[in-house]
């Protein structure tokens, strides 16, 4: 039974399969043996393999072991678990703040136990997997939205008299790379009393001096505001956080059931994701090179006559066509040594080469791309 659907997926063209890694996580990969130029991973900041972070991971689990043995309401907590809730409390300049061991566990954790039978979610069509996730394992009625599209979602608004209403999005849309248009959906918030559910999981470490979507639009994080965002990405670590009022946490921490029924993350891992955040605290350069990079490699792609679909940040999708012609490119940048990778349904409607840039990237690695794309 599995082998005919399987069949019919290749048959389709949108049979995947994994590529092993053999080196960390970077500009520049092993695949068997053979050296790629990656364009491929969410590691903006090329702080996957940063020695700082990798110094103070080994560091502390020398001195807490590795294995967290239990879920943290249990026992599996550590005191860095509660440093690193602190410190995301004080970046976010929110009252409180909690860990959840990935943002797929967050968004499928934390919006069921928020929106109960009484609520309605409003969710843009573009937000992320473990969103919609989220939203289908709530009570709540969920409402799809147009694409960042303010004037849909007032309709909707008004259309619907739900004692609870929730705005969720993406900030920075993963396959996209647009900005949810925040100021226009706060406005919302505001006069349909809705609370606001963002996810930050690439704005984190990107915008707003890398404290995420709010701090770039100059949004004060009102109590009606609960934020998500991960360290898994630009970040270099795992995981992901939660930041709102101290009721909201109070009340996740008790009822979220990835919380409460999944074993802690290892104590290195928070170590390192805390030991990501003072790099970016205390060195504003590496964002900047990040954003030097992007806007070299867009404008390089753009003027190679590509779309890049409305890209406003390090994620550039490369307008593709067919599933075939997508699949045709990426084997040939693959041939030229560049890993870049083709999104098909039902990742994407449309599909797409993704290219994300990352601070680690050289002028050169990027006019590689430039050029292997000019000849494809
Ligand atoms: C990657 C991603 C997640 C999931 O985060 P993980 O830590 O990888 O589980 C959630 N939301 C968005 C928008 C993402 O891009």
Same mark, same amino acid.
């Not at 053999?22 to 970077?26: H, R, Y």
């Not at 590509?306 to 390090?314: A, I, K, L, V």
């Given at each position: 039974m599995f082998s005919e659907k399987l069949n019919l997926l290749k048959g389709k063209n949108l049979l995947r399969r994994i590529h092993d890694r *053999?080196?960390?996580?970077?500009p520049r990969i092993l695949l068997k043996g053979q050296e790629y130029l990656s #364009?491929?991973?969410?590691d903006y900041l090329g702080l996957a393999g940063h020695p700082y972070i990798i110094n103070t991971a080994n560091e502390s689990m020398s001195r807490y072991g590795f294995g967290a043995g239990a879920s943290r309401l249990l026992s $599996? $907590? !550590?005191?860095l678990h509660h440093q690193l809730e602190e410190k995301i409390a004080q970046f976010k300049n929110t009252e409180a703040a909690l860990v959840f061991n990935s943002g797929y566990a967050a968004n499928t954790g934390i919006i069921p136990a928020l929106a109960d039978r009484d609520t309605v979610l409003f969710s843009d069509e573009l937000n992320h997997a473990s969103i919609i996730d989220g939203c289908r394992l709530s009570k709540a009625e969920t409402v799809v939205y147009n694409h960042k599209d303010v004037m849909h979602l007032e309709e909707c608004l008004k259309k619907k008299a739900a004692t609870k209403k929730v705005i969720v999005t993406d900030?920075? #849309?993963?396959?996209?790379g647009d900005i949810a248009p925040l100021r226009e959906i706060v406005r919302l918030c505001r006069t349909y009393d809705a609370y606001l559910y963002i996810d930050d999981a690439h704005a984190t470490g990107v915008i707003g001096k890398g404290k995420g979507a709010l701090a770039h639009f100059d949004i004060d994080p009102e109590p009606w505001i609960i934020q998500m965002g991960t #360290? !898994?990405?630009?970040?270099?670590s795992f995981g992901a956080f939660f930041a709102g009022s101290a009721d909201i946490i109070a009340w996740t921490l008790n009822t979220a059931r990835s919380f409460m029924y999944s074993t802690a993350l290892p104590s290195c891992i928070i170590a390192a994701s805390i030991a990501a955040l003072e790099l970016i605290e205390n060195d504003p350069h590496i964002i900047k090179q990040l954003w030097t990079n992007r806007d070299k490699a867009a404008h390089g792609i753009l003027a190679a006559g590509?779309?890049?679909? $409305? !890209? *406003?940040?390090?994620i550039i999708p490369v307008k593709t066509g067919s599933i075939e012609n997508t699949l045709r490119i990426a084997k040939h940048l693959f041939e030229q040594g560049i890993f870049a990778p083709a999104i098909r349904p039902p990742a994407v409607k449309e599909s797409r080469i993704r290219i994300t840039v990352t601070a680690a990237h050289t002028d050169e690695d990027i006019e590689r791309l430039i050029e292997a794309l000019e000849k494809v």
């Open positions: *053999e080196s960390p996580q970077g #364009f491929s991973s969410n $599996g $907590g !550590s005191i900030t920075i #849309f993963s396959m996209n #360290f !898994s990405k630009a970040l270099g590509y779309d890049t679909m $409305g !890209s *406003e940040t390090p």
